[in-house]
């Protein structure tokens, strides 16, 4: 049964997609077979692997709004054995159109379970906000990978976030309490000056155990590549980009035994 | 009567927050009275100008949704000249609760009627989304500013951002159809590597004479500041952060010739 893998912060640019992108693809490479899942209306990581919009036929919005299935709205990306489940401008109305359904905030939750099994791991980027769209993915995932920038303003969101995560865990999901912390991932850190050490020694602080051992530096490669429609793996494979984000998919894979 | 500018982009972390704030503490620091309207539950904006939220009695909530009058809500930064209606966590529940007014994409214009006339400028901090939230900004502002990170995924997001502003500039305010695009800022350019340079080409091909002759380059000090409550010209009036966004207010107010 696929483990499924929301990444998460309502703080903006901290690395989510960058992170479901190349995790996914990093997965991918080791031979497991992962779905990713766009749900930003900015479908970031449906054009990072790839993807042109314009000739999809279905997108994310049309499997939980629509009766599309969501094994039919899925595509193979340009990364092997990773497929995704897309996202396009539509999905700027899921918000509302979430808020009428019943059992509205299990609506992902539902639909995925059609196809996790024919995945190893199930990765679901979400849009920088805390509203209907997140709480599904949050309501759907076995854990979440919370992306950190070693900048100031990302640290002051943490609260908020670990906020939402608690009202999930308790008040959504009671009877399966087994939302857990994948881990909390450091991203962006620029060597260059001390101000983001004091960020990372912060983080530490906080959530000791749960941080990831690996940290994502700034990485120029970790910024072209998504405009080449390429993973960092394939762009640039022997980069610090690829060689950092190889080094968190064996962390992950390790939190499963 | 005060000009309003919105500062919009559904992108993440691409200088919304640091644009508003520099912005809007340059104008004060030239002697304008200035209104920062600080719409993101994220509140970066309320501390990264000094404010506690903690002894805060009322916010942009209490006056959207509830009956407290805007000038009871709005408090004094640590910025002279530059006062502030500050956001918590409530603003959150912002987005459904404005989805079942009457109106709803006029809240905000008609709670900023009764104070724009004390000030020169009001600037108004907007989330990463393109939902309720943002359009009550866009319908309430003279005309928009938005920040381009100079990224791909950035670039890549700006169609969307003209579709939503020109649906508002057609159909929501139709009798008025005055919003104008104050003007493209790119922002965080770092110099050491050519993709930035390729990225701001692209802009200024697409917007010509739209985009702002002010670039905003990659800036430690930018980064620091908002972590002592402090805009840029109180922090560092020297560094170079500090000046680009004094020549920025200087475009802005030729603007208004
Ligand atoms: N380690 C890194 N080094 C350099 N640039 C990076 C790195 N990680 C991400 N970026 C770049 O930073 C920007 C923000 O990253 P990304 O878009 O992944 O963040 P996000 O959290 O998904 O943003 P949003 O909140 O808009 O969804 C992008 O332009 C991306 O290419
Ligand atoms: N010119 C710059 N140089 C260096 N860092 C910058 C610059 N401008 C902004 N930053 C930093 O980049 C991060 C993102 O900026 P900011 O928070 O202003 O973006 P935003 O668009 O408001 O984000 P959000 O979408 O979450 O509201 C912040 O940590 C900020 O301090
Ligand atoms: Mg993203
Ligand atoms: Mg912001």
Do not use: K, M
């Given at each position: 049964m696929g483990k499924i893998i929301s990444v998460v912060n309502q703080k903006g640019g901290v690395g989510k997609t960058t992170t479901a992108v190349n995790l996914g693809a990093a997965l991918a490479y080791k031979g497991r077979k992962v779905l990713l899942v766009d749900l930003?209306?900015?479908s970031n990581a449906t054009v990072g692997v790839g993807?042109?919009?314009?000739?999809?036929?279905?997108n994310g919005y049309d499997v939980l709004i629509g009766d599309v299935a969501t094994v039919d709205a899925i595509v193979e990306s340009s990364v092997k054995n990773l497929d995704i489940l897309p996202s396009t401008i539509d999905l700027a109305g899921l918000e509302l159109s979430l808020a009428n359904l019943e059992e509205r905030e299990f609506q992902l939750f539902n639909k995925l379970s059609t196809v996790r099994d024919n995945y190893d791991y199930v990765i679901i980027d979400c849009p920088p906000s805390l509203g209907l769209v997140t709480i599904n993915a949050l309501c759907a995932s076995n854990s979440t990978l919370i992306p950190v920038q070693c900048e100031f303003y990302a640290l002051d969101g943490l609260t908020q976030l670990l906020n939402t995560i608690r009202i999930v865990q308790t008040r959504l999901r009671p009877r399966k309490r087994d939302l857990k912390i994948e881990g909390v991932l450091l991203t962006m850190l620029d060597n260059r000056n001390n101000f983001g050490f004091e960020i990372v020694n912060e983080v530490k602080k906080y959530f000791k155990e749960k941080v990831f051992n690996t940290i994502i530096p700034r990485n120029v490669q970790l910024q072209i590549a998504p405009s080449h429609g390429k993973s960092i793996q394939q762009f640039s494979p022997n980069s610090r980009g690829a060689m950092v984000y190889r080094e968190l998919a064996a962390e992950v894979e390790k939190n499963e035994e």
């Open positions: 930003d209306p900015q993807i042109n919009r314009g000739f999809l036929e279905y």
